[in-house]
C-alpha cells in the first residue's frame, strides 16, 4: 500500500521545546517538501529537499530544521526558535520527473502542532 | 513576490450546477498549474494539472488555462454535496522545482 505517512496526527507542544514530525514515503520519490498551512491561507514551504543528504530552505525556514539521510524519510523539527509555530503541518513528496514541469506533489495526511 | 489570487468564497451553488473556480497568477514564465481539493482538517488531494493553454478534462472535472490572461480556472460539472471543499489553485513559477499556492476558495454545493 503505497503512500506518504505523517506521524503523529495531533502533537501539543509547550513553549521552548523542539518537536519533530515525522513524514514517510514508499512511493520512491526523489524530492520531499515541507508546508505549513495557517487558517484562511495557502500553503507556504518551509524546506524542500531534491536528493538525499541535501535540502534547500524554502520561503519561511526560519525556526524549523531538516534532514534527509534516507531517501524515504524528511523529518521537520520546529525549534523553540519559531515564535508561532500553532498551525497544520504537510509534507509532500514528487518524483522530479526529468521534465519538472510536469512533475507533481502528493500530500501525506498532515501533522496538526498545537503550542500550550 | 510571485503570488496566486483566488476568491476565498464561499461559492454557493445547487446541486447538479456548474460550479465555475478562478485563479490568476503572476509569473508570466509559468509552465505548469494545479488544481487541489482540500476537505476540512484533511491534506490536500490533486484533482487536475494542466500545461498548455485550453481546456483539459476528466470526468466532472475541466480545468482552463489562458497563459496570455495568467488565468487558470476548474469547471466541476453536476455538482454533488460532495464536492463541497476548499479548492487550492498552484503554479510552478518558471526556472523553479517549487509550488506557490492560493489561500483557496471554499465551495459549498447544496441540495
Known amino acids: 500500500d503505497g503512500g506518504i505517512t505523517q506521524s503523529p496526527k495531533y502533537l501539543f507542544r509547550k513553549e521552548g521545546q523542539n518537536v519533530t514530525l515525522s513524514c514517510e514515503q514508499n512511493l520512491n520519490h526523489d524530492a520531499m517538501y515541507w508546508y505549513r498551512q495557517d487558517p484562511g491561507q495557502g500553503l507556504r514551504l518551509i524546506y524542500y529537499s531534491q536528493i538525499v543528504n541535501d535540502f534547500q530552505k524554502g520561503d519561511i525556514a526560519e525556526g524549523y530544521s531538516v534532514s534527509r539521510e534516507k531517501k524515504e524519510s524528511f523529518p521537520l523539527t520546529v525549534t523553540s526558535a519559531q515564535k508561532n509555530p500553532t498551525a497544520f503541518y504537510l509534507c509532500?513528496?514528487?518524483?522530479?520527473?526529468?521534465?519538472?514541469?510536469?512533475?507533481?506533489?502528493?500530500f501525506g495526511p498532515g501533522t496538526r502542532l498545537t503550542v500550550l | 513576490q510571485k503570488e496566486v489570487e483566488q476568491n476565498s468564497g464561499p461559492l454557493s451553488v445547487p446541486e447538479g450546477a456548474i460550479a465555475s473556480l478562478n485563479c490568476t497568477y503572476s509569473?508570466?514564465?509559468?509552465?505548469?498549474f494545479f488544481w487541489y481539493r482540500q476537505y476540512s482538517g484533511k491534506s490536500p488531494e490533486l484533482i487536475m494539472s494542466?500545461?498548455?493553454?485550453g481546456d483539459k478534462e476528466d470526468g466532472r472535472f475541466t480545468a482552463q488555462l489562458n497563459k496570455a490572461s495568467q488565468y487558470v480556472s476548474l469547471l466541476i460539472r453536476d455538482s454533488q454535496p460532495s464536492d463541497s471543499a476548499t479548492y487550492l489553485c498552484a503554479f510552478r513559477p518558471g526556472g523553479y522545482n517549487k509550488l506557490i499556492f492560493g489561500a483557496g476558495t471554499r465551495l459549498a454545493v447544496h441540495p
Open positions: 509569473d508570466r514564465g509559468s509552465q505548469s
Open positions: 509532500a513528496s514528487s518524483t522530479q520527473l526529468r521534465d519538472r514541469d510536469t512533475d507533481t506533489q502528493y
Open positions: 494542466i500545461y498548455s493553454n
